[in-house]
């Protein structure tokens, strides 16, 4: 079933997200994020991203979840307990854990390689940064983000088959009460309008890398599904080398 026609069968509810804001700043400055810890006096060069705050309906999928299907909604919810207990062996725990995940999406897709390039720890409420822990890591989480964004791969090569990315997401402890992730359907976004693309670094960490901002557009559609556990495995495409997904947007829980 499509995402339009399911649309029409379940609740929603409104809230305000942070919109990236059509500032003509980006037109001489490309917008950038520095994550992790800075010197207090280095605190006011820590981003020139503005947002402005809209608000928008989420529907919510519980109760119809097991409709979607990756391959025609870009995006599905796996019904996986995971094996892997979080204890204080961190390293270990997370390792284990992106070989179950890469198995299973590999079983899943019928893919012939899978890699894990990237994981992140987030948590409702921040703890402290710490300058030797890098931000995103169990010791010390990335908080809940409330800026809709895109991890979206611009990818071209006549010498290598299909290439596809994805993102998993789930919880860890329990199901989720306070901000769950909102994910939007990716035939609604408008890459050209929408999408303005930003550097993140992270500055200890010998890091940059980019990602997709975006700007709000009343044609945009987004769904959640509320009190997620963590048996309910999110799993959604951010590139297809053979088929035009457009950008999965997110935001993080």
Same mark, same amino acid.
């Given at each position: 079933?499509?995402?339009?026609?399911?649309?029409?069968?379940?609740?929603?509810?409104?809230?305000?997200?942070?919109?990236?804001?059509?500032?003509?700043?980006?037109?001489?400055?490309?917008?950038?994020?520095?994550?992790?810890?800075?010197?207090?006096?280095?605190?006011?060069?820590?981003?020139?991203?503005?947002?402005?705050?809209?608000?928008?309906?989420?529907?919510?999928?519980?109760?119809?979840?097991?409709?979607?299907?990756?391959?025609?909604?870009?995006?599905?919810?796996?019904?996986?307990?995971?094996?892997?207990?979080?204890?204080?062996?961190?390293?270990?725990?997370?390792?284990?854990?992106?070989?179950?995940?890469?198995?299973?999406?590999?079983?899943?897709?019928?893919?012939?390689?899978?890699?894990?390039?990237?994981?992140?720890?987030?948590?409702?409420?921040?703890?402290?940064?710490?300058?030797?822990?890098? +931000?995103? +890591?169990?010791?010390?989480?990335?908080?809940?983000?409330?800026?809709?964004? %895109? %991890?979206?791969?611009?990818?071209?090569?006549?010498?290598?088959?299909?290439?596809?990315?994805?993102?998993?997401?789930?919880?860890?402890?329990?199901?989720?009460?306070?901000?769950?992730?909102?994910?939007?359907?990716?035939? +609604?976004?408008?890459?050209?309008?929408?999408? %303005?693309?930003?550097?993140?670094?992270?500055?200890?960490?010998?890091?940059?890398?980019?990602?997709?901002? %975006?700007?709000?557009?009343?044609?945009?559609?987004?769904?959640?599904?509320?009190?997620? +556990?963590?048996?309910?495995?999110?799993?959604?495409?951010?590139?297809?080398?053979?088929?035009?997904?457009?950008?999965?947007?997110?935001?993080?829980?």
């Amino acid at each position: 079933m499509s995402l339009s026609s399911l649309r029409l069968q379940l609740p929603n509810v409104t809230s305000s997200l942070s919109f990236l804001k059509d500032d003509p700043l980006y037109d001489e400055e490309k917008p950038y994020y520095c994550a992790g810890s800075l010197k207090p006096e280095e605190e006011v060069y820590r981003t020139n991203l503005n947002y402005c705050s809209t608000t928008v309906s989420f529907h919510d999928l519980r109760g119809f979840q097991s409709q979607l299907d990756i391959e025609r909604n870009g995006f599905a919810f796996i019904d996986f307990p995971s094996k892997i207990i979080f204890d204080g062996n961190d390293n270990e725990s997370v390792r284990d854990y992106m070989i179950e995940t890469m198995t299973l999406l590999k079983n899943k897709l019928a893919a012939e390689q899978c890699y894990c390039y990237s994981y992140r720890f987030r948590r409702s409420k921040q703890p402290s940064m710490t300058p030797d822990i890098p +931000t995103g +890591t169990r010791g010390c989480p990335d908080e809940a983000a409330n800026n809709p964004h %895109v %991890v979206y791969i611009e990818y071209s090569s006549q010498n290598i088959p299909e290439l596809t990315f994805h993102g998993v997401w789930r919880p860890l402890y329990g199901k989720v009460e306070d901000d769950p992730l909102a994910i939007c359907d990716c035939f +609604t976004i408008d890459p050209d309008k929408d999408l %303005v693309a930003a550097d993140r670094i992270s500055p200890g960490q010998e890091y940059v890398g980019e990602i997709y901002y %975006v700007k709000h557009n009343e044609q945009q559609k987004w769904y959640y599904l509320s009190s997620q +556990t963590p048996e309910e495995l999110l799993a959604f495409v951010s590139f297809d080398s053979e088929r035009d997904f457009g950008p999965a947007c997110k935001l993080g829980a």
